[in-house]
């Protein structure tokens, strides 16, 4: 024990002198590297980030259809529009129950499952694979198979309905059901994913912890709770991030299985931003929906960042 | 006789695009002069035979024309609608492409997305701009400008199963006002048939038939006085009563299982398997219905029967109104001067006459519609021939935004999720901050 952290304060010694002397060299020598490496990234975010954030902020205050320049200039007037539509009020509310089914479902779901898959149990790699590929699938592919599947004149549905001789839920078509097919497959296509961060947090605790609670005659269920759980903490937080983040972008699941609708029942911020902004060609309003997309963005990744994963 | 017109339509046209400002002019001969051009065409027609129509048609203008490349390019109706505006004013953008007319075409126009084509149409005494019929070039001018060259005609009506209605024991003949047509939903729905396939995720299927109520309610007076911002508007009691009597239909639940959800090709397979009794559709409904079925076939020709949609007791419009397309092609800003060449060749009266012959169109050029001989697609062009005012289709009329409105409103009305008056005013209040 004593010996490895001697050698490792000798490592750890040894390079730090290294780069203070070669801190002193590079003084004179940083401003050509600065100068040769540093433009290029810094015109293609300026060009492809800072810029049109720039721009959407702009044009949200001008009543603009995309085409020609923006001349019309009605200040906040999209913004107060926004928030009167009751089908954006839908997409957020949309965005907060997909974190909240993330943290209810989805995790749980594949924190249980990774504590089975995370053994050298004969077939685990053929299991995780399994779990693993809906992530591994394209969207907008998932999107059309789940329409097929839900489908109620030829789908899976309809052949299930048939043979328990019911009548066949039409659930994209309803506008109370509609929501709940999605997150469905909002949860089959993503756990996998978050079961591979548990999966990988899990291998990499100390076993020895483990044992230690085994020797004091903890129960498995203990184990889980007082040892296993709070080892996965940093885990946890990032796996509530993605859920977060990914809900924020949700799109390209939503547009092939039901655009949104009905009437609006499905809609995301993205999807909302996409059907009234863009095709209805009202591109003021979209660059609205675009700010207040990244005011939420912002405050989330900083706030949870700083709150929850100040430590990680 | 007709193929002087077009020659001589096609000189002057090209004349007409010389002497364009110089600037555009140098761009356009600088283009002309490589060696080969490509002429992008973006359609959206499904139909593969229709397709090979097309193609065939550019094959011989290729041939005939060497150096010059027909490149036909295919977008999904509704991703072509909402990929549009970026596409054309990105270097991508196709030469011609299809349109609807209406409030997005003259958008498109004074934003100066298009060419204008005022020009090109009136050279050589308005050769080109003759060769079309009248109502179709007038309905395509925009405060003077010539905005497309038109394609087609087309009018909405209801086709219907034969086999299921004589099933149902319902005679279409005798269906002449609204009230016998929900007579006659009913009778089907209890016969245990589903009486219409309609197409609720789509939306715009659906706003036919409030479009056809207004008319048929209020007639061309409330609409025009509403399209501009005149009057009580979209809260015109005429337009609220076609929205309660969209509301009685949508009471009947006359659509099949799931049609909130269903797609327009979707619901041409509904009608084509035989599992609807009806369809609003379009005039070619009988071949979309075809390409649509489960079995590759659809219904039998004489299977199919058509009527104009009823008349509303006591309301201010026409019967023979009708309700339709005004298809055109629209060329954009910086298409080359060989795109407005091959537009000619492609609508002459000859290529017109091909496209009816195949059951594809109601030809918008002048003689051309002895090609027709579809008996539907023919009743479709005398009910056209003989309208008292062909209104263009709303949601392309009323332009993107409002249009959109329209076709969430008509859902929303049917399914009963709006109140009729409601949806009068959400149409009303989109209509007003559009004008803003």
Known sequence: MTDISATSTIRSTAPSKAAIRRKGSTGRGRLPVLL??????????TLFVILPMGEAAWYSLYKWSGYGAPTDFVGLRNFQVLFNNTAFLTSLKNNALIVVVSIIVQIPLAIWLSTMLANKIAGVVLFRLIFFLPYVLAEVAAGLIWRFVYDGDYGLFA????????????????????????????????????????????????????????IDGATGWQKFRYVTLPLLASTLRLSVFFAIVGSLQLFDLIMPLTGGGPFNSTQTMVTFLYNFGVTRMQVGLGSAVGVVLFVICVTLAFGYKRIFMRND | MLQIVGVRALRGKRTAMLTVSTGLAVLLGAASAMADTTVKWLHLELDPGYVAIWRKIADTYEAKHPGVKIQMQFLENEAFKAKLPTLLQSSDAPDFFYSWGGGVLKQQMATG????????????????????????????????????????????SFFYNKALFAKAGVDAAAIKTWDDYLAAVKKIKDAGIVPIAGAGGEKWPIHFYWSYLVMRDGGQ????????????????????????????????????????????????????????????????????????????????????????????????????DTLGGLNAWAVSKKAPPEALDFLAYLNNADNQRQMAKAGM???????????????????????????????????????????????????????????????????????EQDQL
């Open chain 2, 221 to 320: 007076k409330v609409f025009d006085a509403a399209k501009n911002g005149k009057g009580d508007g979209f809260n015109d009691p005429a337009v609220v009563k076609a929205g309660e009597q969209l509301a009685e239909l949508g009471k009947l639940q006359p659509f099949q299982p799931g049609y909130l959800g269903a797609t327009w090709p979707q619901t041409l397979g509904v009608f084509a398997d035989g599992k609807a009794a009806m369809i609003l559709g379009f005039e070619n409904t009988e071949g979309n219905q075809k390409t649509n079925a489960g079995d590759g076939k659809g219904l039998a020709s004489d299977n199919i029967g058509r009527f104009a949609f009823p008349a509303v007791t006591g309301g201010a419009g026409a019967v023979t």
């Open chain 2, 361 to 431: 169109i109601i030809p918008a050029a002048v003689g051309a519609e002895d090609g027709i001989t579809n008996p539907l697609l023919k009743q479709a062009a005398e009910q056209l021939a003989q309208t008292t005012w062909h209104q263009n289709f709303f949601d392309q009329d009323l332009g993107p935004s409002v249009g959109r409105v329209v076709n969430d409103v008509s859902v929303g009305i049917v399914s009963g999720q709006i109140a009729p008056k409601d949806g009068a005013a959400q149409i009303q209040d989109a209509f």
């Open chain 1, 159 to 214: 052949s299930l309905a048939h043979l328990f001789g019911v009548e066949t839920p039409y659930v994209l078509a309803d506008k109370d059901l509609a929501i709940y097919a999605v997150l469905a497959v909002i949860v089959w296509k993503y756990f996998g994913f978050h079961m591979m961060l548990f999966i990988a947090g899990l291998q990499s605790l100390d076993k020895s912890v483990l044992e230690a609670a085994e």
């Open chain 2, 113 to 156: 997305a298009l060419l204008d084509l005022t020009t090109a149409m009136k050279a050589n005494d308005g050769a080109w701009q003759k060769s079309f019929n009248p109502a179709a070039i007038e309905g395509l001018t925009f405060d003077g400008k010539i905005s497309a060259v038109p394609f087609k005609l087309g009018t909405v």
């Open chain 1, 36 to 45: 040769l490496f540093l433009p290029p990234a810094l015109l293609l975010f």
